[in-house]
């Protein structure tokens, strides 16, 4: 791997529950170092973000967790790495699918679609120790080979979307890899244009769309994300509010 620490040290395991909660497991034990790698090729609970479960076929997608130590992150200033993450996935994508055909977006606060089809998502769970990030683990799943889904699940893989054939192996380097360039500006301090180029890649930004907010739908402008992870949106005076995950639901 071409890599100065993430997946150097790779754990890997043919079958496991979640790689989220063996890397939070294994941490209370053992001091594992940073850009340690845990992937598995048959995940058979995984999580995903508030309390779903994380369906994927064996064999065929993504299903690893990324060890970090952001001890510099302050702890309001989380949801950077998510913007770190979301953009290693985006990076990862558009190197390999052709930019003019396939429309790649970070769909707040933690999707990434291709043509407005879900193709991989991300976990994060943090252990905090005071205002510190003391580790925090990086959960992605990203669909590869699986050609089939659940009817009414809007999701994709890069063989749905092409038709060609791709390595696991081979997509989960360029993952370890641009997750580390990303990561690696965000410890030097660069959060201003990591912000920018998650921003110039998501979804809606700068444009009215509809949510649903409680029992209402409404049409409001994307404007950004907050450092603690809230959405920005504005209404028709320009006045911003920010939502939180749980409150409001995109229509896409
Ligand atoms: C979501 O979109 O809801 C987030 C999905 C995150 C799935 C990944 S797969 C590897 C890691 N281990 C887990 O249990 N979940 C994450």
Redesign the pocket.
Known sequence: METLFVGTNVIFLPEVD????YAIGLLKNVNLPEGTLIHTAH?TA????RG?V?N?LPYSNI???VVLRPTFLEVKKQFFLYQVAALACYDVLSQILDSGQYDIKIKWP??ILVNNLKIA???IENIINGNSIAHSII???MNVKQREFVTGVNATSLELLTGQNYKLDDVLGRLCSQLEKSYLLLKQGAEEQLQARYYQNLLGINTIREFDLAERRIRLMVKGTSPDGFLLLADEEGVERKFDVQEIKWVL
């Open positions: 979640s790689t989220n909660s995940q995984g999580k995903g973000q779903n994380w994927t299903t690893a967790s933690n999707d998502g991300i976990l959960g992605i799943g």
